[in-house]
């Protein structure tokens, strides 16, 4: 059964504007801008628009018009494959990730977020606090910003970057650099002479890829 765009459009559930003057510029997106894009479906059909992959709901977002729009988890589970901005995302254990390397081995990116919401000189002491991950996020919802491509100003999001690579039908997850040590454990003084020459940041997929496809060329 394929599916058009427009029926794409018509059955994903949240949708909202945004303003400049009364939000600030969040990190929960991905790429820095929305760009073209397809998704192509596991019936083989593909559909094109322009797409951004929004990390605080762990869901691709459609820009049509002025309008951000997330795609419903009926349409989710039909997904194969996600193209946009040279990036390559796979649906696997419902949810999505990056493919950064495969081939001897594997390398995917998960991309997450935390969220938080600044109650600064509200209790009366002068102090500052913050509520927690899943309170802010709680409120995000609540208020239709989750696909906003600005959040209001007093929320702060973090991108967090997760690695899984897949060696010797191993699969283990990678927070930070240093922990490829555990994969390549015959390399350590390598990994500690690239890393310095090279500045390999989590933060920083291309970087990291690079830092991976050397490792496996020792």
């Known amino acids: 059964m394929k599916?058009?765009?427009s029926i794409i459009v018509f059955v994903m559930l949240t949708y909202s504007g945004y303003?400049?003057?009364?939000?600030?510029?969040?990190?929960?997106?991905?790429?820095g801008e929305f760009a073209p894009g397809y998704i192509l479906m596991k019936d083989g059909s593909k559909q094109t628009g322009v797409l951004n992959y929004n990390a605080l709901a762990n869901n691709f977002a459609l820009k049509k018009d002025d309008e951000v729009l997330g795609l419903s988890s009926t349409i989710i589970t039909k997904i194969d494959t996600v193209y946009v901005a040279d990036k390559k995302f796979f649906r696997k254990d419902d949810k999505f990730y990056e493919l950064l390397l495969?081939?001897?081995?594997?390398?995917?990116v998960e991309y997450n977020c935390n969220l938080s919401t600044s109650t600064e000189g509200r209790n009366g002491y002068g102090s500052s606090s913050q509520t927690s991950s899943s309170k802010a996020l709680?409120?995000?919802?609540?208020?239709?910003n989750l696909y906003n491509i600005e959040l209001p100003k007093l929320y702060k999001v973090t991108l967090d970057?997760?690695?899984?690579?897949?060696k010797d039908d191993t699969l283990?997850?990678?927070?930070?650099?240093?922990?490829?040590?555990?994969?390549?454990?015959?390399?350590k003084k390598e990994i500690k002479k690239y890393r310095k020459e090279h500045k390999v940041k989590v933060e920083s997929p291309l970087t990291v890829k690079k830092f991976v496809e050397y490792l496996e060329g020792l």
């Open 161 to 166: 970057i997760e690695y899984l690579i897949k």
């Open 19 to 31: 303003s400049q003057d009364e939000s600030a510029q969040s990190k929960h997106y991905v790429l």
């Open 138 to 144: 709680t409120a995000i919802i609540n208020q239709g």
């Open 102 to 108: 495969k081939s001897d081995i594997e390398l995917y």
């Open 3 to 5: 599916f058009h765009l």
């Open 172 to 187: 283990t997850r990678i927070k930070t650099v240093n922990q490829f040590k555990k994969v390549y454990t015959d390399y």
